[in-house]
């Protein structure tokens, strides 16, 4: 038997580990790298231009810990308010110096009226605080129903009447100038500012149980209501003296006692 040839019997390994074996693999793992690097670059362009065909533009980053994008506004739900937003009275009494007021009322009724009751405040000469004689009076009246004007016969009241409406309202405002209700205190020496005076919405008729809220601007010194049970209806102290909020309507008759402006 012919001995083996050395060089064929090495030829396996000798050529796995020569020079051009060696040259031969990293020529083929860079092909390896190159292709790979092609298919990767074609799916990421196809990926993308999928996810861009259905969109309508670029997604608004998620606000994370390190964000400094502004916050987000905050809101708020506006409260409720009696005569303005829910069912009841409110009435804003401007006082004058000569003892009058020109007066706000807003009315919000559960159902709709067409036909409008108004009263005066009563007479002073039985009411705490006053003892005197009155003769209430209202002038200049003007009226909103759901926001439409409504045309008057009569724009002076000095007795109870009612008011009809061109047509079924819920939401109903009053302006008007209320005279001849007060009384003012004797000169000592030289005349005084200080004043009693009677107040009560006009549209108190409508449903003695709305909830009633009256203000007075400026002036106000002590309230008393004298139909209530507790009679004291004043909150807090002057000058930041307030009335007690949610008077039944039939019982908001008001005898304030206030300084009236110079």
């Known amino acids: 038997m012919r001995k083996s040839d050395p060089i064929a019997r090495g030829s396996d390994s000798s050529l796995r580990s020569g020079p051009f074996w ?24 196809s990926a993308t231009v999928s996810c861009s065909t259905g969109s ?10 390190g964000s400094s994008g502004p916050p987000a506004p905050i809101t708020s739900t506006p409260t409720p308010g009696t005569g303005e937003t829910k069912p009841g009275i409110a009435l804003t009494a401007v006082p004058r110096p000569d003892g009058s007021f020109d007066v706000t009322e807003n009315l919000m009724l559960p159902t709709a009226t067409d036909i409008l009751p108004v009263q005066l405040p009563a007479s002073g000469e039985h009411l705490p605080g006053m003892m005197a004689r009155t003769t209430p009076r209202v002038t200049n009246l003007k009226l909103l ?17 009612y ?5 079924a309202a819920t939401r109903i405002q009053l ?35 709305l909830p009633t809220d009256l203000t007075v601007t400026g002036g106000l010194l002590n309230a008393v209501c004298p ?9 807090g102290d002057p000058p930041d003296l307030t009335i007690q909020p949610d008077i039944p309507a039939g019982k908001a008759l008001v005898v304030l006692q206030l300084d009236l402006p110079r």
């Open 145 to 161: 129903a759901d926001d439409q004007s409504v045309r008057l016969e009569n724009t002076t009241l000095t007795a109870a009447d």
């Open 22 to 45: 060696g040259a031969e693999v990293e020529e083929s793992r860079r092909t390896r790298t190159r292709y790979l690097t092609a298919v990767a670059l074609l799916l990421g362009y």
């Open 175 to 209: 302006t008007y100038r209320l005279s001849g209700s007060t009384v003012r205190a004797l000169p000592l020496p030289s005349p005084s500012t200080r004043a009693a005076a009677a107040i009560r919405p006009l549209t108190a008729g409508t449903d003695s149980t």
């Open 227 to 235: 139909l209530m049970t507790e009679t004291r209806c004043a909150v």
């Open 56 to 65: 309508v533009g670029p997604a608004a980053p998620s606000p994370g810990l």
């Open 163 to 167: 008011i009809p409406l061109t047509a």
